[in-house]
């Protein structure tokens, strides 16, 4: 079975500046794939980031990237320049390739972007 | 392009009763997911039906049940709801060939059990 930990609950950041997310994942298998959700208080879930395991070049989407250590089993987000509109509940997932469409999330990151 | 549509948004039943959620899933998705949130134990995957088939199911009692139409509608259902029941019902919907492709979620169902 995969599980994946958030250790972080709750974060905040000044706007403008830079925060990081942290996940941790357990898994036996060799191919699968990491996202980083983000969930507004309008409670839709909307994909941030994706991450292949088999590649090795971290991805990144405009001001969201990631750090993937798969040897350690780790998986970060960084937000650079926080904006007031990144205020929302992150949650980190992980999907077997060829699993089908079965995600396993994380308990959450709620993070606060202050003024 | 429509998103997903979870019908009803919120939802008030009481103890023992049955409801029943519906999820439509973007236009070429064959693959919709149910996921049941609460405070307590967080997002967990309650079944994927693709193509009509349930695919993959979570560890849920027999009395969450699903079922997905020929035009990729899905829906859920629980029976002799419990208040452990009461939570935000989130579905998924994909494209779901043999690759994984990103999933898209609907603004979810409120249920509150009372």
């Known amino acids: 079975a995969q599980t994946v930990t958030q250790s972080q609950p709750e974060m905040s950041v000044q706007e403008a500046e830079t925060v990081t997310l942290s996940c941790t994942y357990d898994?036996?298998?060799?191919?699968?794939?990491l996202f980083w959700y983000k969930q507004p208080p309008s409670r839709q879930m909307i994909l941030v980031i994706r991450?292949?395991?088999?590649?090795?070049q971290n991805a990144t989407e405009n001001r969201f990237s990631v750090n993937f250590q798969k040897a350690a089993k780790s998986f970060s987000l960084k937000i650079s320049d926080s904006q007031l509109g990144d205020t929302a509940m992150y949650f980190c997932?992980?999907?077997?390739?060829?699993?089908?469409?079965?995600?396993?999330f994380g308990t959450g990151t709620q993070l606060k972007v202050e003024l | 392009k429509a998103g997903v549509t979870q019908t009803p948004r919120y939802l008030i039943k009481t103890r023992g009763q049955q409801v029943t959620l519906s999820c439509s899933p973007i236009?070429?998705?064959?693959?919709v997911s149910w996921y049941q949130q609460t405070p307590g134990q967080g997002l967990q995957f309650l079944f994927e039906?693709?193509?009509?088939?349930?695919?993959n199911k979570g560890n849920f009692p027999g009395r969450f049940s699903g079922r997905q139409f020929s035009n990729s509608r899905s829906e859920m259902n629980v029976s002799t709801l419990e208040l452990g029941d009461s939570a935000l019902y989130l579905c998924?919907?994909?494209?779901?060939?043999?690759?994984?492709?990103?999933?898209?979620f609907g603004q979810g169902t409120r249920l509150t059990v009372v």
């Open positions: 997932a992980f999907m077997i390739d060829g699993g089908g469409n079965k995600l396993t």
């Open positions: 236009s070429g998705h064959r693959s």
């Open positions: 039906y693709f193509s009509e088939t349930q695919r």
């Open positions: 898994t036996s298998e060799s191919n699968y794939y």
């Open positions: 998924a919907s994909s494209l779901g060939g043999t690759k994984n492709t990103e999933a898209f």
């Open positions: 991450q292949e395991a088999y590649k090795q």
